[in-house]
Antibody, heavy 120, light 107 residues
Framework: QVQLVQSGAEVKKPGASVKVSCKASGYTFTSYDINWVRQATGQGLEWMGWMNPNSGNTGYAQKFQGRVTMTRNTSISTAYMELSSLRSEDTAVYYC?????????????WGQGTLVTVSS | DIQMTQSPSSLSASVGDRVTITCRASQSISSYLNWYQQKPGKAPKLLIYAASSLQSGVPSRFSGSGSGTDFTLTISSLQPEDFATYYCQQSYSTLPTFGPGTKVDIK
C-alpha cells in the first residue's frame, strides 16, 4: 500500500538545524510531488512547501524562504526537509504528504509525523 | 494569502446524527477545496477533494458541496469512529491554506 514513513522525534537547541526524512513506498516516488506541512501542539495546519522528486524543483512558503530546504534521494525513494535557525516557535509536528494533483495541493497520504522540539 | 474560516469551531453530537460543517474562503476559490479528518495523535486523512469528490475508501456518509467561497462537509449519520477534528484546505492558490478546524465530539 502507498505509505510515507518519517524519521523519529528530534530535540534541538535554538539556532540549530533539523533534517527530517520521509521514505515513500507502494508507488513510483518520482511521479508525485512531496509537500511538507507542520502543526504546532493544539494548533492548525501550516503548509511549508513542495518538492518535485523527479526534477528536484521546489517551492517554499514565503514565511520559510531562506530557512527551509527540501531535497530528495531517488535511489532510496526518500524526501528530506531541513529547517535551519530554529527557534522555539518551530516546535511542532512536521508531516510530509504526497500531492495527488487532482488538482494540485491535494494531499494523500500523509506520513505519521515527526515531532521537532526546540528548547535550550 | 487566502484565509479560510470554519464554523462551528466545535460541536457535540450523538451517534446517528446528521452533522454539517461550513468552510468559507476569503475570496473565490472555485471548487479547489479539500476536506481532511484528523484524530488525536494521528496524521490528517483526505476525505473529500475538489469540493465534492469522495476519496477512494472513504465511507459514503461523508459528502461535500459548494463552490466559490462557501463550502459544506456533511456526515449523514455520525459513527463512533467519526469523532475527530475536520479541516478544510484551499488548493486554488500557490500557497495552500487550511481552516482552523472543527472538533466533533460526543454529546
Amino acid at each position: 500500500q502507498v505509505q510515507l514513513v518519517q524519521s523519529g522525534a528530534e530535540v534541538k537547541k535554538p539556532g540549530a538545524s533539523v533534517k527530517v526524512s520521509c521514505k515513500a513506498s507502494g508507488y513510483t516516488f518520482t511521479s508525485y510531488d512531496i509537500n511538507w506541512v507542520r502543526q504546532a501542539t493544539g494548533q492548525g495546519l501550516e503548509w511549508m512547501g513542495w518538492m518535485n522528486p523527479n526534477s528536484g524543483n521546489t517551492g517554499y512558503a514565503q514565511k520559510f524562504q531562506g530557512r527551509v530546504t527540501m531535497t530528495r534521494n531517488t535511489s532510496i525513494s526518500t524526501a528530506y526537509m531541513e529547517l535551519s535557525s530554529l527557534r522555539s516557535e518551530d516546535t511542532a509536528v512536521y508531516y510530509c504528504a504526497r500531492d495527488l494533483r487532482v488538482p494540485a495541493a491535494t494531499f494523500d497520504p500523509w506520513g505519521q509525523g515527526t515531532l521537532v522540539t526546540v528548547s535550550s | 494569502d487566502i484565509q479560510m474560516t470554519q464554523s462551528p469551531s466545535s460541536l457535540s453530537a450523538s451517534v446517528g446524527d446528521r452533522v454539517t460543517i461550513t468552510c468559507r474562503a476569503s475570496q473565490s476559490i472555485s471548487s479547489y477545496l479539500n476536506w481532511y479528518q484528523q484524530k488525536p495523535g494521528k496524521a490528517p486523512k483526505l476525505l473529500i477533494y475538489a469540493a465534492s469528490s469522495l476519496q477512494s475508501g472513504v465511507p459514503s456518509r461523508f459528502s461535500g458541496s459548494g463552490s466559490g467561497t462557501d463550502f459544506t462537509l456533511t456526515i449523514s449519520s455520525l459513527q463512533p469512529e467519526d469523532f475527530a477534528t475536520y479541516y478544510c484546505q484551499q488548493s486554488y492558490s500557490t500557497l495552500p491554506t487550511f481552516g482552523p478546524g472543527t472538533k466533533v465530539d460526543i454529546k
